[in-house]
Nanobody, 123 residues
Framework: VQLQASGGGLVQAGGSLRLSCAAS????????VGWFRQAPGKEREFVAA????????YYRDSVKGRFTISRDNAKNTVYLQMNSLKPEDTAVYYC?????????????????WGQGTLVTVSS
């Protein structure tokens, strides 16, 4: 599966952005999609994830209540709506996918990665 992330940009603290992750190449319904981010000088970290077929969504604690992951099946696209952005949300954001299995975990084990999209939040 190929992933194309987009939607990053520069926004002031308190603002909003919506990231998109368009998937192609295979039937995506059997996959789970996650969003990760990597700030300068830091390790990549999990942000949010969900099975493409729907169901439970997962978030890191620092974004709960501010970020929402969702998908549009007709467009084969997963979104990350980011509200109340903070300067510490500044990072390159990546989307990733893995086949859902009995052992899948939201925060790791992804096989397919898109290119990153930069989110910069100014104070």
């Amino acid at each position: 599966v190929q992933l194309q992330a987009s939607g990053g940009g520069l926004v002031q603290a308190g603002g909003s952005l919506r990231l998109s992750c368009a998937a192609s190449g295979r039937t995506v319904s059997s996959y789970a999609v996650g969003w990760f981010r990597q700030a300068p000088g830091k390790e990549r970290e999990f942000v949010a994830a969900m099975p493409w077929s729907g169901g439970t969504t997962y978030y890191r604690d620092s974004v709960k209540g501010r970020f929402t992951i969702s998908r549009d099946n007709a467009k084969n696209t997963v979104y990350l709506q980011m509200n109340s952005l903070k300067p510490e949300d500044t990072a390159v954001y990546y989307c990733a996918a893995q086949v859902v299995s009995a052992r899948w975990r939201p925060s790791g084990g992804y096989d397919y990665w898109g290119q990153g999209t930069l989110v910069t939040v100014s104070s």
